[in-house]
């Protein structure tokens, strides 16, 4: 029987979709076997935040995140190289990056590890890990397609970030919710509530 996850590294990047990024956070929280959360934001994915959360800065962001305070998310910064989760001996059971902007996918699907996020997301691939990639972009170029080829070539899950709408969420926030649960079961945390497609 597969590990049950529970020390996970999310991250968001500079595309479009910081509610999912944020209810896929509070899903963590209150997931009680999840008992560690990682989590690293760029520059790029703060400037979103502020765009479509009207979240400002890194100050509390995970205060401003949850609107709560939280004793097992722990903020990374993504210029510190030698964090926890850069090197293959922390136990991390799964990384989410989520959204997945383009520029991140062709840097973790060449190899280009240049800030913590990559580097984490690298790790996760020489050790063999979950490695989920919610990329966000439309219409795909070649090179998108590409990457997202070599990133599955190498062991990553590329999970676009496509909601569902056969549940009839009633806000972007239930979407956010139910795309967040989706992305959990698929590591094997399957969440209380979430809807499940029964076909009449």
Known sequence: MAQVPKNLTIAATGASGAVFTRELLRAAEADSRVTTVNLIVSDNALRVFAEE???????DLVKQLLEAESRKI?????NDIGANVASGSYPTDAMIVLPCSMGTLARIANGLAGNLIERAADVCLKEKRVLVLCVRETPLNKIHIR???RAADAGATVYPLIPTFYNHPKSVEEMARQFA????AHIGLQQPGAYVWKPE
Not at 53 to 59: A, C, M, V
């Open 74 to 78: 722990h903020q990374q910064a993504n």
């Open 181 to 184: 649960c989706r992305v959990l």
């Open 147 to 149: 990457n997202m080829y």
């Open 53 to 59: 959360l009207e979240i400002r800065g890194r100050s």
